[in-house]
């Protein structure tokens, strides 16, 4: 399946109203990507912002998430048009915003990542054409990328209707622990201001018939099944940090 054929699968996933899993990754090796590729998601994310991996080793990590049928996705840095463009000519087939808190904001980052005439990203022979080589197959997905909007500040929650209605969101995601600090409870996901926040976002998003998504980052089948439950349609299952210290951690009994 190509990657404009992938977008497609996840955005129709998304508009009926069903489930699209996909994980994070943090660590920068190409053979960790290849498992994560392979594991059954539907999306992989690069984690740009907290992950210590660099604009060059995408390339090599989108090609073995790729092996194993999985859509590289890339969480930015930052929301702003260098690290959109770096990432999707990169070969990224969208892009997770950070720290969204209006719709201009947004609304900015829709038309960097997409190219003339949705768009103002700049167009270029790059890795994500075969540089060159696929550049008007290419021409519709670069005026499509999927686009999900990290909700996860007081900003972002006040604002959270307008940034709703903006044209060519595919999902919004609450970002748990940077969601639960904006508020004063930082990493307290049990507390009634946090769970709060968090209904509220999943409610409007409803309302508005806009995909809501939520990162799990401790990997917890129990905890999936719940979130499914309530809604959330747009899920990061873990990472491959969290399941690696999970995994290899010593767990004998003397």
């Known amino acids: 399946m190509t990657r404009l054929k992938k977008i497609k699968s996840i955005r129709s996933k998304l508009r009926l109203g069903k489930l699209s899993l996909g994980s994070w990754m943090q660590i920068p090796n190409s053979s960790v990507a290849e498992i994560m590729g392979f594991s059954g998601y539907d999306w992989i994310a690069i984690d740009l912002e907290h992950g210590s991996i660099s604009i060059d080793t995408l390339p090599d990590l989108f090609r073995a998430i790729e092996l194993g049928g999985s859509l590289p996705l890339v969480r930015l840095a930052q929301a702003n048009a260098k690290d959109c463009k770096q990432a999707l000519d990169a070969g990224a087939g969208g ?60 900003q972002g929650l006040e604002n959270l209707e307008e940034i709703l209605e903006v044209k060519g969101l595919d999902a919004i ?23 709060d926040a968090m209904r509220m976002i999943l409610d409007f998003a409803k309302s508005k018939n806009v995909p809501c998504g939520i990162h799990i980052v401790e990997p917890s089948e129990t905890e999936l099944k719940k979130r499914v439950k309530e809604g959330f349609r747009f899920i990061a299952y873990s990472m491959d940090s969290v399941m690696l210290r999970n995994s290899a951690k010593l767990k004998i009994s003397e």
């Open 173 to 195: 995601m609450i970002g748990p622990y940077d969601l639960s600090a904006s508020i004063g409870k930082t990493g307290d996901f049990k507390s009634m201001k946090y769970l």
């Open 95 to 154: 892009v997770v915003v950070p720290m969204i808190e209006s719709a201009e904001q947004l609304k900015f980052i829709k038309a960097q990542s997409s190219w003339p005439p949705i768009g103002a990203r700049g167009v270029a022979y790059t890795r994500a054409n075969l540089f060159g080589g696929t550049f008007k197959d290419y021409m519709k997905e670069a005026q499509s990328p999927l686009i999900i909007a990290m909700i996860e500040t007081k």
